[in-house]
DNA sequence: CGTTTCTTTGAATCCGGTCAAGGTCCGTGG
DNA sequence: CCACGGACCTTGACCGGATTCAAAGAAACG
């Protein structure tokens, strides 16, 4: 199969929760997702848990360099992806060019935004990691309403917060009349002037 | 001049405290440092400051790409750098190929550096932070007695504490006979392994 | 030596974490 | 269709670590 940037590869299936690449595995492939949405995590010695970023459709991961994966990739829900083999003799050419293209082009996006993120998580209260965050969701949803796709745990433990402070936070924009959630997982940005001034620069 | 990574370019010598680049300008160089300490810098609107990574001699910055420098570098002491143009004409062949790798090998570099910096900003302790720290600086420096070429401030911004809360641990380290400073800049570690033990996997 | 900048130390405060209880959502099976 | 169970989310009370504010002490520099 091959998709709109020239990648070559398979499509997969994955199931809720599952597990997409191991952290430690040997990073045979890069992957590109078509549809769904994924978390990458990461695990130290005592539990703590860390997770790397969110990717939406059209986003390549997997690809922190080294010959191992740094982090494991999880299907937040049922989604669907490109798996690129890294390493193919039959990649020749204008392939090869559009391959190491590809793989150039995201490596930087991702170390833009693992620099964002340091940002966020060194000198940010809660409620600006938060309201920051929740911006960024709007940004990829262009729908009226907005979807989380990830637990308050995925957001905590990428936020570098608890469970409670993230659903108090949350608790907090709603009570001020900033956002208003249908659910859990669907909200819609009732002030944006004031979730922007929230956020971080 | 070319340096021991076949890179060409012309060599610089920047005073202490002296601005190398700057956050936003044109990113028509990249930098290798040939003696010396770096650091880079972010600054918020508001003013709040992050240090995104500190620099040695051997090591290649002011690479996180884009057409503009994300963050500003500056000189810690007197150093000397490589500055060697991006985009030039007359480089083809092998030099091009060297210098394509070596862009490529530092960019991987500070993808990883800025995933474990991402690990110890949002889930570690104080003292956590500190004791990585200074393992970090342990690390770089062989020497028997290690050198801290930056402020307070600059750890501080660098782990997201205030300058007050990274004296405090450093203190806390040496009363617990962990290390003993000579000066507030020059230290040696008295017990490598309690400092490991504090220092996260 | 005097001045400035950086660092240390102390006391009080506050934000976010911890612990605990209750609520909501959803799938399963009676 | 409703009852049950489990996973996830919310809310409250209390606690503690890091920040803030303030002042004194050390180091760098002309």
Request: glycine letters at 8%; aromatic letters at 6%.
């Amino acid at each position: 199969m091959s998709d709109s940037l020239g990648l070559v590869g398979v499509r997969m299936h994955f199931a809720p929760g599952e597990e997409i690449c191991a952290q430690d595995e040997d990073a045979d492939y890069v992957y590109r997702l078509i549809d769904g949405a994924v978390r990458t995590t990461r695990l130290l010695s005592d539990g703590r848990r860390q997770v790397g970023e969110f990717y939406y459709p059209g986003d390549l991961f997997g690809l922190e360099s080294g010959d191992r994966h740094r982090f494991s990739a999880e299907a937040l829900g049922a989604c669907e992806v490109l798996m690129v083999k890294r390493v193919s003799p039959s990649r020749t050419g204008a392939d090869r060019d559009r391959f190491e293209r590809a793989v150039w082009a995201g490596t930087t996006t991702e170390l833009q935004r693992a620099q964002e993120h340091m940002m966020l998580l060194s000198r940010t209260t809660a409620i600006e990691k938060v309201a920051s965050f929740l911006l960024h969701v709007v940004g990829r949803d262009r729908a009226e309403t907005a979807t989380l796709p990830m637990t308050r745990q995925d957001m905590g433990d990428y936020l570098g917060l608890t469970i409670e402070t993230v659903s108090r936070m949350l608790g907090r924009l709603q009570a001020d009349g900033i956002v208003e959630f249908a659910g859990c997982r669907h909200f819609r940005v009732r002030q944006h002037i004031a979730l922007s001034r929230l956020a971080v620069a």
